[in-house]
Every structure is written in C-alpha cells, then in structure tokens.
C-alpha cells in the first residue's frame, strides 16, 4: 500500500509559480511510476505529467501533457520519496485540484498518460489561479 499526500497548493495570480510535492510512503518509491493528473470543476481528470524508471541506473522517463509543456516540470528526489510539479506561467485554465498518483512501471507513452496506470491518489491540492 502507498499512501500519498499533496502540498504547495494555493492562490496565484497569471503568471505566477507554484511548486507542488507529494510525500510518498514506502520503500521503493524508486521504482513506481508517478503521475500528476487535474480536475476543474464540471471537467473529467485529466493527464497533466508522469515520471517513471526506465529500468537502467537513475535514469527516468518523463512527460508533460501538450498544454503544460514549456511552463511546468516534474522532477522527484528519491532519497526524500517526494515527487515534485514547479508550475511557471500559470493561466487562469490551470485552477483545478492536481493530485498526485502512484502505480507499478508502464510499457507506453499512452499508458503513463492513463490514469486507470495508477492505483494510488492523493487527496489532492487546489491549485487556483486569477486573472
């Protein structure tokens, strides 16, 4: 079982920056699979990025969804098991709640995009952004 909890949320204007963590329990948080999904109120969930161990040394896959892509990154520190989204550039479209999600390696780009790849979730953090 992991159990994973979100920080860093809050209210930003344009422009502005967040950094999101998720704390992760466990001992081979190395290994899993991390993703960051969001959800605006009225929308479905939707991919936002995901890193994953490409199964050689320290080296990790990562993936940015189209509409974040050149504003946000994901990165995580493995000796914290903690994963990280820095969010720059913030839009008003980015208001959501983003939760953080966990689950075993996956074999395509489209499954780390999937969030039916991951059967842990945070509670999750509202990340709201004004005009």
């Known amino acids: 079982q992991v159990q994973l909890v979100e920080s860093g949320g809050g209210l930003v204007q344009a422009g502005g920056s967040l950094r999101l963590s998720c704390a992760a329990s466990?001992?081979?948080?190395?290994?899993?699979?991390m993703g960051w999904f969001r959800q605006a109120p009225g929308k479905e969930r939707e991919f936002v990025a995901t890193?994953?161990?490409?199964?050689?040394?320290?080296?990790?896959?990562?993936d940015l969804s189209d509409s974040v892509k050149g504003r946000f990154s994901i990165s995580r520190d493995n000796a914290k098991n903690s994963l990280y989204l820095q969010m720059n550039s913030l839009k008003p479209e980015d208001t959501a709640v983003y939760y953080c999600?966990?689950?075993?390696?996956?074999?395509?780009?489209?499954?780390?995009?999937?969030?039916?790849?991951?059967?842990?979730w945070g509670q999750g953090t509202q990340v709201t952004v004004s005009s």
């Open positions: 999600a966990a689950g075993p390696n996956y074999s395509s780009t489209s499954a780390g995009r999937t969030s039916s790849t991951y059967p842990y």
């Open positions: 466990g001992r081979t948080f190395m290994s899993y699979s």
């Open positions: 890193t994953a161990w490409t199964g050689r040394g320290n080296s990790y896959y990562g």
